[in-house]
């Protein structure tokens, strides 16, 4: 199965400062990566797929990058409304698989 | 609008079988793929697997031997059952679907979640 090691495990931040979540891909997913937000009782939400496209209604300040097998997402000037956990997931090989998720707070 | 909801017991006793029903509306079943992804309680997340547009299925490696995903395509439901289930089973277990986007099928990205099936193995 592909590991996806996702760091930082948490995160604390003030508003309107940027943060970056990296996820790295044990072999290459060849951009079949996609992160979500999950808010505590919720569902997961689409944030960005195929590494940086930013899904529909999505705001600006989320945007995903990729070097090699390291994946990043970043949140430019944090607003309080994305406190909560961020997933990565590969969906190049069977069996799909997600990072350990980060948990972002808000100072 | 596209919408997804799970529905089943809340509580199966050890070894018995888990059957949850995912019940879809705003697309087809035969145009888009829906997958099974479950969440232990304050854990990540783990996908199930899949029934694909075309009615084929793929499993999750370390559970296939227990499980099972069909549909009914004229009723809108995917189905999702799952037996021997011990302790370690208990979970949220949600629907989703592939995002579609410009003509595209990006397959095993969830775009659409259900609110989640709260499960609890316990006797």
């Known amino acids: 199965d592909i590991q996806m090691t996702q760091s930082p495990a948490s995160l604390s931040a003030s508003l309107g400062e940027t943060v970056s979540i990296e996820c790295l891909a044990s072999?290459?997913?060849?951009?079949?990566l996609a992160w979500y937000q999950q808010k505590p009782g919720k569902s997961p939400q689409l944030l960005i797929y195929?590494?940086?496209s930013l899904q529909d209604g999505v705001p600006s300040r989320f945007s995903g990058s990729e070097s090699g097998t390291q994946y990043s997402l970043e949140i430019n000037s944090l607003q309080p409304e994305d406190e909560g956990d961020y997933f990565c997931?590969?969906?190049?090989?069977?069996?799909?698989?997600f990072g350990a998720g980060t948990k972002l707070e808000l100072k | 609008q596209v919408q997804l909801k799970e529905s089943g017991p809340g509580l199966v006793q050890p070894s018995q079988t888990l059957s949850l029903t995912c019940t879809v509306s705003g697309f087809s079943l035969t145009s888009n793929s829906v997958h099974w992804v479950r969440q232990p309680p304050g854990k990540g997340l783990e996908w199930v697997g899949a029934i694909w547009s075309g009615g084929s299925t793929d499993y999750n490696s370390a559970l296939k031997s227990r499980l099972s995903i069909s549909r009914d395509t004229s009723k809108s439901q995917v189905f999702l059952k799952m037996n021997s289930l011990q302790t370690e089973d208990t979970a949220i277990y949600f629907c989703?679907?592939?995002?579609?986007?410009?003509?595209?099928?990006?397959?095993?990205?969830?775009?659409?979640w259900g609110q989640g099936a709260s499960v609890t193995v316990s006797s």
């Open positions: 072999e290459d997913i060849y951009s079949n």
């Open positions: 997931q590969q969906s190049y090989k069977f069996p799909y698989t």
């Open positions: 195929y590494a940086s």
């Open positions: 989703t679907r592939d995002h579609y986007y410009d003509g595209t099928y990006y397959y095993g990205v969830m775009d659409a």
